[in-house]
């Protein structure tokens, strides 16, 4: 059986934590926190395990790549409500 260890005596790391958080300020990356669908999730992990990437180095990737096709927000039916508001103004002008 595994003792516990002894919670009075941890103290933080603070030469760790300093070059961690140095790494990541030199690769430009924040930490967040979000709140991902279960199914969603399941596919990233699945997907991720597939190709040998870190799923959260993927949906980082995933995320790049959309904003870099600029295809979120973008879809067929939002072009056309943007049209159609467009068509709206004109008629009303």
Known sequence: ??????????????????QIRSAMAHHKSIKIT??????????????????????????????TDSLATNSIGNSRLDRMEMELAALKRKISA
């Open 1 to 18: 059986m595994m003792r516990k260890p002894n919670l009075k005596n941890l103290r933080p790391d603070e030469t760790a934590t300093k």
């Open 34 to 63: 979000i709140n991902i669908n279960a199914d969603t999730l399941g596919k990233l992990k699945a997907m991720a395990k597939e190709s040998g990437v870190p799923y959260q180095r993927l949906i980082n990737r995933t995320l």
